[in-house]
């Protein structure tokens, strides 16, 4: 999927309601606080973030489409936010980031990534001891999601189960999950219903 393309147009007010959803779900799982460092991993234009940068001390957004990163920036500024920082990064490259963050959250992005294990542990380095990981994504599906990206080569959606076991082979603790959202996509064919979970574990 060429994201950099989309990244105009990516706010629209479907994606934008349900951020503000997700946001949510995710401040109350990991219970955020006012000292907390935050690392958004594939943040797109930074529609969670925006709904969680006045909850925390800082939040670096990170994504590997420049196109993206471009948008969340001219965002940032337009809005004089001081608190959150863009990054234009691969986290498996050479990039600067350490070991200094208490949550780290990604949501709609894990299931674009073929090798997750590897990724996921590239998180788990990343955060402090005791520090949070927050996944939000599809429940698994058949391939319908994706169905209109003929380019799509991820995952049709996570079982929970199984993405709690990779977890915990990486070294995450404390694993929860639930499904909290159902909602609805124009697919070629009619409206495809899917729903998303919210997992977090603990270094």
């Given at each position: 999927?060429?994201?950099?393309?989309?990244?105009?147009?990516?706010?629209?007010?479907?994606?934008?309601?349900?951020?503000?959803?997700?946001?949510?779900?995710?401040?109350?799982?990991?219970?955020?606080?006012?000292?907390?460092?935050?690392?958004?991993?594939?943040?797109?234009?930074?529609?969670?973030?925006?709904?969680?940068?006045?909850?925390?001390?800082?939040?670096?957004?990170?994504?590997?489409?420049?196109?993206?990163?471009?948008?969340?920036?001219?965002?940032?500024?337009?809005?004089?936010?001081?608190?959150?920082?863009?990054?234009?990064?691969?986290?498996?490259?050479?990039?600067?980031?350490?070991?200094?963050?208490?949550?780290?959250?990604?949501?709609?992005?894990?299931?674009?990534?073929?090798?997750?294990?590897?990724?996921?542990?590239?998180?788990?380095?990343?955060?402090?001891?005791?520090?949070?990981?927050?996944?939000v994504d599809l429940d698994e599906e058949d391939g319908s999601?994706?169905?209109?990206?003929?380019?799509?080569?991820?995952?049709?959606?996570?079982?929970?189960?199984?993405?709690?076991?990779?977890?915990?082979?990486?070294?995450?603790?404390?694993?929860?999950?639930?499904?909290?959202?159902?909602?609805?996509?124009?697919?070629?064919?009619?409206?495809?219903?899917?729903?998303?979970?919210?997992?977090?574990?603990?270094?």
């Amino acid at each position: 999927m060429n994201f950099d393309s989309q990244s105009a147009h990516w706010d629209d007010e479907k994606r934008t309601k349900r951020a503000k959803i997700i946001a949510e779900q995710i401040a109350a799982a990991v219970e955020l606080k006012a000292h907390d460092r935050a690392l958004e991993f594939g943040c797109g234009t930074g529609l969670i973030s925006f709904n969680l940068y006045d909850k925390v001390r800082e939040i670096v957004c990170v994504d590997t489409s420049k196109g993206m990163i471009d948008v969340l920036n001219t965002k940032i500024r337009q809005h004089n936010i001081r608190n959150m920082v863009a990054c234009h990064a691969d986290i498996q490259g050479d990039d600067p980031l350490v070991p200094q963050y208490e949550v780290v959250y990604t949501s709609m992005a894990l299931h674009h990534i073929l090798d997750i294990e590897t990724t996921l542990a590239r998180l788990y380095q990343l955060l402090k001891p005791e520090g949070a990981l927050c996944i939000v994504d599809l429940d698994e599906e058949d391939g319908s999601f994706h169905k209109a990206d003929p380019d799509f080569i991820g995952h049709n959606g996570f079982n929970q189960q199984e993405l709690k076991q990779v977890l915990a082979k990486i070294g995450f603790g404390a694993l929860a999950s639930h499904t909290f959202y159902h909602d609805t996509k124009q697919v070629a064919g009619g409206v495809l219903p899917y729903s998303l979970f919210i997992m977090v574990g603990r270094k």
